[in-house]
């Protein structure tokens, strides 16, 4: 199982990224799949996930309707567009997959988003 993340990068504040999940070894419609993210010197924190077996969604507290994730299955990928970006939104985030949301045994290599005020 393959986990590739894209699509981070610098952004002002109030701008937008659209991070991608690319993966391979498993079809992301079987499974949950999450973003998760870490910033230097805090705990993980999970941002959304999708739960394609029952097509539910799920964000993190302090998205508050900023982030939206989709799955392509045709590209077997997901997607996390967020909007609205702040400077505590910086941080590595990560795409994780597995057969619940918040129980994932793959993990991505992350991709950088850094929001300048």
């Known amino acids: 199982v393959k986990l590739v993340e894209s699509g981070g990068g610098l952004v002002q504040a109030g701008g937008s990224l659209r991070l991608s999940c690319l993966a391979s070894g498993i079809t992301v419609d079987?499974?949950?799949?999450?973003?998760?993210?870490?910033?230097?010197?805090?705990e993980r924190e999970t941002v959304s996930c999708i739960s394609n077996s029952d097509g539910n969604t799920y964000y993190g507290?302090?998205?508050?309707?900023?982030?939206?994730?989709?799955?392509?299955?045709?590209?077997?990928?997901?997607?996390?567009?967020?909007?609205?970006?702040?400077p505590d939104d910086t941080a590595v985030y990560y795409c994780a997959a597995g057969l619940v949301c918040d129980n994932y045994p793959y993990w991505g290599q992350g991709t950088q988003v850094t929001v300048s005020s």
């Open 61 to 86: 507290d302090f998205v508050k309707g900023r982030f939206s994730i989709s799955t392509d299955n045709a590209e077997n990928t997901v997607y996390l567009q967020m909007n609205s970006l702040n």
């Open 30 to 42: 079987d499974y949950a799949i999450g973003w998760v993210r870490q910033a230097p010197g805090k």
